[in-house]
């Protein structure tokens, strides 16, 4: 497993801690059921704090809390299970969030691009993706029709400019 | 009808090199057939029983001859010299090989088509009524709405892996020839109390095992939103469709188990959020220019009815017949919509030969302005012929085998590929849909029993639509055997309804019998000018049920 943020790889410096583990003074990633029975504690913990999401978990759960977290994790269980996408777009449309986005679980490379564009800027992939991998799958599609979190016009606003 | 600019062109480029690059990772076994097969359906390529099959999209149905020669010049070259119109407007090839398939697509993208988001948990290819643009009960063309769905669905980041597949249908008239009802979403288009124009939106119909009728959510979406209220439906359904069984993944189980008015609250708060936050309004610049696309070609100012036209109608009883079933009124004085029957008698219902596909590409130059249908009952339309040519067109296509008079007849069905193709099929379609063809080829008969809409699927998923078939034919397993159950009394059009099941199934011998009974059972009982639909919602399964089973 190898972590790709923004575009190259990076080390992953977090701890993922389960729901009965003793947290450190590291940086750590918990559940949200843990952030739910937890979150007072956590809050006035002295270090950065992550959150996993599964699919199923909206973050609508989250909507108030959203400066608590330094990384957030959207689990794709399956690549078929695309409810991640629509969590992505809202966490940065809809509830501000401008921090560390990571897809994890099973991701693939031909999904990297939609990922991207939803607002996901830091994948946990598979050995074969490397950052000229990814660079190559992200820009794929030289056009997008509509407007999503990335920076990419779409096509119908570049063609009312011409 | 609507052409790429580079900007689409450069979207379906890129889609074709990416597929050949997974196509030759999966040819040099870089990538297994589990993880190739997300990728192919992608692209609209499946495994079926014997091969792959390729499923082309046509955009609401509507295409040129220049369209139309390339999609020949592939069943000669890449297939086995012909193609297969299915029920939802697109073109199938049942035997392209693999390592061609990215060729096709190069091919196909010289005339602006590809195999986008035909298979896969997507949006699928948006249909409409195939007489868009042309019929007299329209309000507006629909087909402007259905490019911009088409572009905004293409390749959207959030709603690739939904639940499950999702249709779109949308209609301008008053006639409902798309059958919106028994889609994920369907749109009709309407005007509002101030002339402006907008979409009533239904939500959640659908056939499969669970036929559901849609259940209207919204009745007036301003047309610049409509993209955004779509987009609204469609997270709803991302986030809470169900996942966990892919019988109960349809937009139409959620809008069952939520309710209608559960449905409209998620949908509302959504909508109010993307307005706010999406940026999605189209712009008036980019509507004007798609609209631009599909204003109407020019009709010349003739008479509301052609003096030749009506002689040779008095002249010419085979031409006659023809014209009675096969031609619908034009809004143009003097012009006619002429539907193309892929029905000839004991054929393969939606099968089309490279020969003929020339043959039709010629004609819709000549007398069409050059544009195509594809219907959603299998057949093809020229949908704007003027009256004074139709006696010379329908020689022509009576030479090309195009010209059976039975469109909306007994003989004119609808069925799925079924067992000789399909790996979820029960039973065979096609050889029952040739069957009964065949036993009903008296046209004359054909013409005294009237509007019959008869419609088989191999199996509970309905791609043969048998629920809203005035009869409809279900394949189901018996023991290992092929069986088949009737229903009757369905209906795709704006009175959608589902038929009603007779009772026990029937096995491959007695089954055409059974239909045959069923027709005598019509022809016994009906009053003065009723259709076999009207005269089942007027007596109900009873008599059927008595003719075919007995008293007991
Ligand atoms: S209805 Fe069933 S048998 Fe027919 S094509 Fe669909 S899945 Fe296959």
Redesign the interface.
């Known amino acids: 497993m190898a972590l790709i943020k923004n575009g190259a790889f990076a080390d992953d410096t977090w701890i993922d801690a389960n729901d009965n583990e003793a947290l450190t003074d590291q940086a750590t990633v918990v559940s949200l059921h843990r952030w739910q029975s937890e979150t007072d504690v956590l809050k006035s913990r002295n270090a950065p704090l992550g959150l996993r999401l599964d699919?199923g978990e909206?973050p609508e759960a989250i909507a108030d809390d959203i400066d608590q977290f330094d990384l957030i994790k959207l689990n794709f269980p399956a690549?078929?299970?695309?409810?991640a996408?629509?969590?992505a777009?809202m966490l940065r449309?809809?509830y501000g969030y401008t921090r560390e986005l990571r897809a994890t679980g099973n991701v693939?490379r031909?999904?990297l691009?939609?990922?991207h564009?939803?607002g996901f800027d830091a994948f946990e992939v598979d050995e074969r993706i490397t950052p000229e991998v990814y660079a190559e799958e992200v820009s794929?599609?030289?056009?997008?029709?509509?407007?999503?979190v990335d920076d990419e016009h779409p096509?119908?606003?570049?063609?009312?400019k011409k | 009808m609507y052409r790429y600019?580079e900007?689409?062109a450069?979207?379906v480029k890129?889609?074709v090199d990416?597929f050949r690059d997974?196509v030759a990772l999966r040819i040099s076994g870089e990538i297994t057939e589990d993880?190739f097969k997300?990728?192919r359906l992608?692209n609209g390529l499946y495994l079926q029983l014997h091969a792959y099959m390729l499923r082309v999209a046509i955009p609401y149905g509507t295409f040129d001859s220049r369209q139309m020669r390339m999609l020949a010049h592939i069943a000669d070259k890449y297939d086995k010299g012909y193609g297969h119109f299915t029920t939802r407007q697109n073109i199938q090839y049942n035997w392209p090989k693999l390592d061609e398939v990215p060729d096709i697509l190069r091919d196909l993208a010289t005339v602006e088509m590809h195999a986008i988001q035909t298979s896969g948990?997507c949006i699928r290819n948006v249909t409409s009524d195939q007489y868009a643009g042309a019929a007299k009960d329209e309000i507006e063309d629909p087909r402007p709405w259905c490019e911009m769905i088409r572009?905004?669905s293409?390749?959207?980041?959030?709603?690739?892996?939904?639940p499950r597949k999702f249709k779109i249908a949308v209609t301008g008239a008053a006639h409902d020839r798309a059958a919106i009802q028994v889609h994920d979403i369907g749109a009709t288009l309407t005007h509002n109390d101030n002339g402006e124009t907008g979409f009533t939106i239904y939500v959640g119909g659908g056939l499969g095992r669970t036929p559901m009728l849609g259940k209207k959510i919204r009745d007036f979406v301003p047309r610049a939103e409509l993209?955004a209220y779509l987009e609204a439906v469609m997270?709803v359904y991302?986030?809470h469709g169900r996942?966990d069984n892919l019988y109960k993944a349809r937009i139409k189980i959620l809008v069952h188990e939520i309710g209608a008015e559960e449905m409209i609250r998620l949908v509302d708060a959504e909508y109010e959020?993307i307005q706010k936050?999406?940026?999605?309004g189209?712009?008036e610049?980019?509507i004007a220019?798609i609209l631009n696309y599909f204003a109407p070609p020019a009709f010349e100012p003739l008479d509301e009815t052609d003096t030749s036209y009506a002689e040779k109608l008095n002249g010419d009883l085979a031409f006659a017949n023809w014209a009675k079933t096969n031609i619908a009124e034009h809004k143009a004085p003097g012009y006619a919509i002429v539907n193309l029957s892929l029905k000839p008698i004991g054929d393969i219902p939606g099968d089309i030969s490279a020969e003929q596909m020339y043959a039709v590409a010629d004609l819709a130059e000549r007398y069409s302005f050059d544009e195509i249908r594809a219907t959603h009952e299998q057949n093809l339309t020229l949908p704007h012929v003027k009256q004074s040519d139709l006696y010379e067109l329908w020689q022509k296509l009576t030479d090309q085998g195009l010209a059976t008079p039975n469109i909306g007849l007994a003989s004119d069905i609808i069925a799925c590929p079924g067992l000789d193709y399909c790996n979820l099929a029960n039973a065979r379609s096609i050889p029952l849909a040739q069957e009964i063809s065949n036993r009903f080829a008296d046209l004359d008969r054909q013409h005294n029993v009237g509007p019959l809409k008869i419609k088989i699927s191999g199996c509970i998923n309905a791609c043969g639509h048998h629920h809203v078939g005035h009869i409809g034919i279900l394949g189901v397993d018996r023991k290992g055997k092929e069986y088949y159950q009737i229903s009757l009394g369905g209906s795709a059009d704006e009175n959608t309804s589902v038929g009603k099941i007779l009772g026990p199934s029937f096995d491959e011998h007695s089954i055409t019998d059974a239909v045959e009974t069923v027709v005598n059972t019509y022809l016994g009982l009906r009053e003065d000018g009723e259709t076999f639909l009207a005269a089942v919602g007027r007596v109900g399964l009873e008599p059927f049920k008595e003719a075919l089973y007995g008293t007991d």
């Open positions: 699919a909206s690549f078929k299970d695309g409810r996408y629509s969590y777009r449309q809809r693939l031909s999904q691009q939609f990922m564009r939803v794929r599609l030289h056009e997008v029709y509509q407007p999503s096509v119908f606003e570049k063609r009312v | 600019d900007f689409d450069s979207l890129d889609r990416q997974q993880e997300p990728l992608m948990n572009q905004w293409s390749f959207h980041p959030e709603f690739s892996f939904l993209l997270r991302n986030m996942r959020d936050n999406g940026a999605l189209l712009p610049e980019e220019r």
